[in-house]
């Protein structure tokens, strides 16, 4: 017996729950042997498909995945752990057994708060539990898996499907599509994306919120991304775009390579070069270009706050999505002041404090909310 089929033989002796300690530690001495892509996905439903009928039930499926996530913590083994899930829920559809497995992957309706979700084109959502890794399903193919807050889809669906995820106040997520591009989206945000970028001239995405993109590049089929009336249309870079609903503009910031934009009243793209911004005013549709230090306009996805040119009320806004509390405060002087600060990743309440002093206010804080007087 080869290492390819002793490693198979013994896997399904793992998913049983049937082995002993010597097997365990040859198994995982094999883990660097063997072939993940070739493991059979039949072997492992067979596998599965043989546990008693007794014992066939939400709890023994839950103990059958959380024993092969332990075996694959590498991200090497991901497809290892994509077919275990595959395989179950295969026996779940076969069983007639309808229930969330590790409590959050079935598609359902309704929004948990607080929660990481992904939903299709018809409305049905995917609650995403940060603490597993968990495949992705379309139809009866697995298109990728959540690992944490962290989605990747490793190929594309048949079909033309979009998804779109919402990200929760207090988190934030990382996005790997199908075509290679990497997407970090920030608290507060959403993003619909097609899960098949094959069948469109274009790869087109439409962003509320704020997201940092790194656009594999493709000089066949453009990246574009759609943000009310602005649209930026990239072949492969590096770029920020930043547009909460309650802004009076849409900053766009280049960090590498290039871009163009588009408004309703543009034919041709004004070009954004890297370390620039281009702030589009969405009042009058214009766009102003300047020069600035990119760094200070991404700290976030490494959890750094920093802001420059803000009102206090825009960076009341953005704190209540950075920890999901709510601030109130009747103080209209406070959309007026324009504010430049650094407080990299410091707790809510000491901003808070550091604000007060500076700007003579007094507050009341809680865990979930901030009031200002």
């Given at each position: 017996?080869?290492?390819?089929?002793?490693?198979?033989?013994?896997?399904?002796?793992?998913?049983?729950?049937?082995?002993?300690?010597?097997?365990?530690?040859?198994?995982?001495?094999?883990?660097?042997?063997?072939?993940?892509?070739?493991?059979?996905?039949?072997?492992?439903?067979?596998?599965?498909?043989?546990?008693?009928?007794?014992?066939?039930?939400?709890?023994?499926?839950n103990?059958?995945?959380?024993?092969?996530?332990?075996?694959?913590?590498?991200?090497?083994?991901?497809?290892?752990?994509?077919?275990v899930?595959?395989?179950?829920?295969?026996?779940?559809?076969?069983?007639?057994?309808?229930?969330?497995?590790?409590?959050e992957?079935?598609l359902?309706?309704?929004?948990?708060?607080?929660?990481?979700?992904?939903?299709?084109?018809?409305?049905?959502?995917?609650?995403?539990?940060?603490?597993?890794?968990?495949?992705?399903?379309?139809?009866?193919?697995?298109?990728?898996?959540?690992?944490?807050?962290?989605?990747?889809?490793?190929?594309?669906?048949?079909?033309?499907?979009?998804n779109?995820?919402?990200?929760?106040?207090?988190k934030?997520?990382?996005?790997?599509?199908?075509?290679?591009?990497?997407?970090?989206?920030?608290?507060?945000?959403?993003?619909?994306?097609?899960?098949?970028?094959?069948?469109?001239?274009?790869?087109?995405?439409?962003?509320?919120?704020?997201?940092?993109?790194?656009?594999?590049?493709?000089?066949?089929?453009?990246?574009?991304?759609?943000?009310?009336?602005?649209?930026?249309?990239?072949?492969?870079?590096?770029?920020?775009?930043?547009?909460?609903?309650?802004?009076?503009?849409?900053n766009?910031?280049?960090?590498?390579g290039?871009?163009?934009?588009?408004?309703?009243?543009?034919?041709?793209p004004?070009?954004?070069?890297?370390?620039?911004?281009?702030?589009?005013?969405?009042?009058?549709?214009?766009?102003?270009?300047?020069?600035?230090?990119?760094?200070?306009?991404?700290?976030?996805?490494?959890?750094?706050?920093?802001?420059?040119?803000?009102?206090l009320k825009?960076?009341?806004s953005?704190l209540e999505?950075?920890?999901?509390?709510k601030?109130?405060?009747?103080r209209?002087?406070?959309?007026?002041?324009?504010?430049?600060?650094?407080?990299?990743n410091?707790?809510?309440?000491?901003?808070?404090?550091y604000?007060?002093?500076?700007?003579g206010?007094e507050?009341?804080?809680?865990?979930?909310?901030?009031?200002?007087?």
């Amino acid at each position: 017996m080869n290492n390819q089929s002793r490693f198979e033989y013994l896997l399904e002796k793992y998913i049983q729950d049937n082995y002993t300690s010597e097997e365990f530690d040859e198994l995982l001495s094999l883990t660097n042997l063997v072939d993940i892509d070739r493991i059979d996905t039949d072997i492992l439903l067979n596998a599965t498909a043989s546990l008693p009928a007794d014992q066939l039930d939400k709890h023994q499926l839950n103990d059958v995945f959380n024993r092969i996530q332990k075996l694959t913590k590498a991200p090497r083994f991901y497809p290892l752990l994509y077919k275990v899930a595959a395989a179950i829920l295969l026996l779940i559809t076969f069983s007639g057994l309808i229930y969330t497995l590790n409590s959050e992957i079935f598609l359902q309706s309704g929004y948990k708060d607080g929660a990481l979700v992904i939903a299709d084109q018809n409305g049905k959502q995917l609650i995403i539990d940060e603490t597993k890794v968990l495949p992705i399903i379309s139809g009866s193919d697995t298109i990728g898996y959540n690992h944490g807050n962290k989605i990747e889809y490793t190929q594309e669906p048949s079909v033309k499907v979009f998804n779109t995820i919402q990200v929760p106040y207090g988190k934030k997520a990382e996005l790997t599509l199908a075509d290679g591009s990497h997407i970090y989206l920030n608290s507060g945000s959403s993003l619909r994306y097609p899960l098949n970028f094959s069948l469109s001239k274009e790869r087109i995405v439409e962003l509320n919120g704020e997201a940092f993109f790194e656009v594999a590049r493709n000089e066949k089929k453009p990246f574009m991304v759609k943000s009310g009336d602005l649209n930026v249309k990239v072949l492969g870079t590096k770029f920020n775009v930043n547009s909460y609903a309650e802004k009076a503009h849409i900053n766009v910031v280049l960090t590498e390579g290039s871009v163009g934009l588009y408004t309703s009243n543009d034919q041709k793209p004004q070009l954004l070069a890297p370390s620039q911004i281009a702030s589009y005013e969405i009042s009058s549709q214009s766009i102003q270009i300047d020069k600035i230090n990119t760094d200070d306009y991404t700290a976030w996805i490494n959890n750094r706050l920093i802001y420059k040119s803000e009102t206090l009320k825009g960076i009341f806004s953005d704190l209540e999505r950075q920890f999901n509390v709510k601030i109130s405060s009747s103080r209209e002087d406070f959309s007026q002041q324009a504010v430049n600060a650094n407080f990299g990743n410091d707790s809510l309440e000491n901003i808070i404090k550091y604000l007060s002093k500076v700007y003579g206010f007094e507050f009341e804080i809680d865990e979930k909310s901030v009031e200002i007087r």
